[in-house]
């Protein structure tokens, strides 16, 4: 289960998320967490990988969006969200994928980053 759908699901039935168990909390405890609390640093892995937007209507990226920049292996990015797009594939930096990081600019593809 992603930490994204950990934090909804305890702020939806009013508990707290500590680690992968559940523990069950007061009213006090069941706040929202702050949204800087649920982005994460990302590190880019490919070479140069292109930065999209997605087309006017779409909320996902694909591979023939326009580039709004690029971003090179070794540069770390802020990234809150996770744009999932089931029904579309992608063959970036060596790896099939579908879903996208949230970036500011656009969104990259998966399979070129990780985690820092």
Do not use: E
């Amino acid at each position: 289960m992603s930490r994204t759908m950990r934090c909804s699901m305890a702020s939806l039935f009013g508990i707290a998320v500590i680690g992968t168990g559940l523990a069950a909390a007061g009213t006090a405890q069941a706040a929202v967490p702050a949204k800087a609390s649920s982005c994460t640093t990302i590190k880019i892995t490919g070479k140069k990988v292109a930065v999209r937007m997605p087309d006017r209507g779409d909320k996902v990226a694909d591979s023939d969006d326009p580039v709004t920049r690029y971003v090179h292996k070794g540069d770390k990015l802020r990234s809150c969200l996770i744009a999932k797009g089931f029904s579309t594939t992608y063959n970036k930096c060596h790896k099939t994928g579908t879903d996208w990081y949230l970036v500011r600019g656009g969104q990259v593809p998966l399979t070129c980053a990780k985690r820092a």
